[in-house]
């Protein structure tokens, strides 16, 4: 079948520039995910008879560290994609060094020695999230340094598809333009008119009798 209209005109690749400005949004969106993550409970203390959670910004120091690099980094690449200028490894490390924070945290929680009868600590949903939360900072912010300094390899572009060729028209139709055929009408053929048109033939004999002359 053949398809009608211009062919689709493919969308232009984003540039660089577009796709590390695009990286510097998502980072800056996530750490204001992680300055909302800190309002959830982040850890958890087992005492026997109950449980006891502790929300990020109870949690003392280290959670607030966590949350602030986060925030700071995602602060600093969406600032400098607003001032149209290029990411730097400024908001990279900090995002980095809020992920080694939680790393730390995540595995000092079982560090803590109560002599077999104390209480065990935890973590709950909100450090999960957080961690999610640097893990993907850390990720986008890597990939939009890498695309604004030129360390990405760009995209091939896109290839278009050729244009289809006219419909052909059917056997014994006329040739139109847009190779679109006369319209036919509907039922059998009917068969051409026997004899020859009107106007054809021998001219009338006027008079009886051969021509003078002869």
Do not use: C, H, N
């Not at 695009?22 to 958890?44: D, P």
């Not at 026997?48 to 980094?73: D, E, R, T, W």
């Amino acid at each position: 079948m053949t398809a009608y209209g211009p062919p689709a005109v493919p969308r232009p690749a984003a540039s660089p520039v577009q796709r590390a400005a695009l990286m510097a949004y998502a980072a800056a969106g996530l750490g204001v995910l992680s300055f909302i993550w800190g309002f959830l409970k982040w850890l958890t203390e087992d005492l026997g008879g109950g449980k006891l959670k502790v929300g990020g910004y109870a949690a003392g120091s280290p959670v607030l560290a966590i949350i602030g690099l986060s925030l700071v980094a995602g602060l600093l690449a969406g600032a400098a994609t607003v001032e149209k200028k290029p990411l730097t490894l400024t908001p990279v490390v900090l995002a980095v060094s809020a992920l080694l924070l939680a790393l730390g945290v995540l595995i000092g929680k079982s560090s803590v020695d109560t002599g077999g009868s104390g209480p065990k600590y935890g973590i709950a949903i909100g450090f999960i999230l957080e961690l999610i939360t640097i893990l993907a900072q850390v990720g986008v912010l890597v990939f939009g340094w890498m695309t604004a300094s030129g360390r990405m390899p760009a995209r091939p572009p896109a290839q278009s598809w050729p244009a289809q060729p006219p419909q052909q028209p059917y056997p014994g139709q006329p040739a139109q333009p847009g190779g679109y055929g006369a319209p036919q009408p509907y039922g059998p053929a009917q068969p051409p008119p026997s004899g020859p048109p009107p106007g054809y033939g021998p001219p009338p004999v006027s008079g009886y009798g051969p021509a003078p002359g002869q």
